[in-house]
Structures are given as structure tokens and as C-alpha cells.
């Protein structure tokens, strides 16, 4: 069965970075889009950035852009979000996200907290 599991969250100060890691397994990996999108509390869960199946296509929402980073190892079965200079507004939970359609696959989701 399908499985995502995030890693990588924690606490950091404004400026600061991390970097997230989707662990995949139990579907053909290097041939899917994957998503990391985020959910801040009380707001919706939103697209952050996608990868194409070979990483040649990457897209990014706009608060992101220039500071955020998808990349994915197909050998590996990951897909990571570099994220760099780190604001207060990037507090969230980040999911690792597989488009199947009407049925899309979630992870369990990784805690980022941007704090002073």
C-alpha cells in the first residue's frame, strides 16, 4: 500500500533553514508527480511545491519562490523541500502529498515552527 512518511520539522529562528524528507513506498515512485503542500492552524492546507516524475519540472506558490527547493532521488524513492530563510508565516505542517486523482495519498504530516 501507498505510504509517505515526512521527517525533517522542527523549530527554528526567522532566517534560519531546514529540510524536509518524504520517505515513499508501495507505488512506482519515479513515475509520479509528488506535492508538498502545508496547513497553518486554522487555515487551509495549501500546495507549496510540486516535482515532476524526473525532476525536470518543479512549480512553486509564490511565498516560496527563491526560497524554497524540491528535489527527489528516484533511486532513493524521496522527495525533499529544501527551505531557506525561513519566515514566521512558513509555520506549519508540511505533508508529503501523492496526486492519484479523486484519491490522492497523505502523510502523517512534520511540525515546522518559525519562531523568534
Known amino acids: 500500500q501507498v505510504q509517505l512518511v515526512e521527517s525533517g520539522g522542527g523549530t527554528v529562528q526567522p532566517g534560519g533553514s531546514l529540510t524536509l524528507l518524504c520517505e515513499a513506498s508501495g507505488f512506482a515512485f519515479k513515475d509520479s508527480f509528488m506535492r508538498w503542500y502545508r496547513q497553518a492552524p486554522g487555515q487551509e492546507r495549501l500546495l507549496v511545491a510540486a516535482?515532476?516524475?524526473?525532476?525536470?519540472?518543479?512549480q512553486y506558490d509564490y511565498p516560496v519562490k527563491g526560497r524554497f527547493t524540491i528535489s527527489r532521488d528516484n533511486d532513493k524513492n524521496t522527495v525533499s523541500l529544501q527551505m531557506k530563510n525561513l519566515k514566521v508565516e512558513d509555520t506549519a505542517v508540511y505533508y508529503c502529498n501523492l496526486p492519484r486523482g479523486s484519491t490522492d495519498f497523505w502523510g502523517q504530516g512534520t511540525q515546522v515552527t518559525v519562531s523568534p
Open positions: 516535482i515532476g516524475p524526473t525532476g525536470g519540472y518543479t
